[in-house]
């Protein structure tokens, strides 16, 4: 079934791309997903978004839903690899 949202091409530079891919292998996460999380933030950062037309409306609510718990998870995994670091660096 077609979509109603077109989909985006992104071509990034090699700098960009080595960054989007070192943020792959930390989170375990895909490119596209990555990208994703990047763009929300970029918007977000800029104040750009705009608050839900109708109330009712839960699909933005059910995407910032999704990014949050994407958030969340990414701190956790942070949380994470700091702690070990900590850990292994108490033993030596």
Known sequence: M???RKRIGYLPTAEVQEIINKICAL???S???????????AINARNLKKPLQNPNDVSGNSNDNEFNLVK???EYKRFKIML????????I
């Open 72 to 74: 969340e998870f990414l």
């Open 31 to 41: 490119q596209s997903k990555v990208t994703g999380i990047l763009v929300k933030e």
């Open 27 to 29: 989170e375990n996460i």
């Open 2 to 4: 077609p979509s109603k």
């Open 84 to 91: 070990k670091k900590a850990i292994s660096e108490e033993i």
